[in-house]
């Protein structure tokens, strides 16, 4: 039981190039979350996922956009990375919106140059 | 504007020292959790609390929701190195649908010295 895992764990990008961030989770949970994580601002919701077929935007969406592929998986993609998408990326999930706790992966750190 | 003012945001002691976080805001939640975060991890739940004026204990961590239910202290007695880690709050809004959305604070660094 892997619980919330994350690839790639690091990545270096140059401004206007694209990538995906990979999330997957194995506790059967219908809820799934984008994080992003900044020094002295906490972590931030760029969009979240209800339930599968399900997403809506959190605080931070723009330059983002996620897909949920299915129940176990949900991606995080930067169409043209900019450095104020500098961060550490996390991906959550819990059993359902309404239900407490949220497990977390062990994060991306992207560098955008 | 912060909407969750977490105070200190730095703190470092001696092992054995007490200490108190707080967590504040202007809003009403509906529930309040507290989560620990060690370097290169994600964070992990220590605890939940919903009701107003509610105390939860884990070991020699005690945490408190206001009784307005817009405040929380986590208050860590005789602190060890093993507590040193980024500490979270985080709080659903009240009323509504709001989803799954998770407010944080800003996080306090606690770092306890041998």
């Known amino acids: 039981n892997a619980g919330v895992t994350q690839t790639p764990k690091f990545q270096v990008l140059k401004t206007g190039q694209s990538m995906t961030l990979q999330c997957a989770q194995d506790?059967?949970?219908?809820?799934m979350y984008w994080y992003r994580q900044d020094p002295g601002m906490g972590l931030r919701l760029i969009y979240y996922?209800?339930?599968?077929?399900?997403?809506d935007k959190g605080e931070v969406p723009n330059g983002y956009n996620v897909s949920r592929l299915n129940k176990r998986e949900f991606s995080l993609r930067l169409e043209s990375a900019a450095p104020s998408q500098t961060s550490v990326y996390f991906c959550?999930?819990?059993?359902?919106?309404?239900?407490?706790?949220?497990?977390f992966g062990p994060g991306t750190r992207l560098t955008v140059t | 504007t912060q909407l969750l003012e977490q105070s200190p945001q730095f703190l470092s002691i001696q092992e054995g020292e007490n200490l108190t976080v707080y967590c504040n805001s202007s809003?009403?939640?509906?529930?309040l959790q507290w989560y620990r975060q060690e370097p290169g991890e994600g964070p992990v739940l220590l605890v939940t609390?919903?009701?107003?004026?509610e105390v939860k204990k884990l070991k020699r961590l005690t945490f408190q929701f206001g009784d307005a239910r817009k405040d929380s202290s986590l208050h860590i007695t005789a602190a060890q190195t093993g507590d040193t880690g980024l500490y979270l709050c985080?709080?659903?809004?009240?009323?509504?649908?709001?989803?799954?959305?998770?407010?944080f604070g800003q996080g306090t660094e606690l770092s306890v010295k041998p």
């Open positions: 996922s209800a339930s599968e077929g399900t997403t």
């Open positions: 809003s009403v939640f509906s529930s």
């Open positions: 609390v919903v009701t107003g004026g």
């Open positions: 506790m059967n949970h219908n809820s």
């Open positions: 985080a709080a659903r809004r009240a009323g509504g649908n709001q989803g799954g959305k998770l407010i």
């Open positions: 959550a999930s819990s059993l359902g919106t309404m239900t407490y706790e949220q497990y």
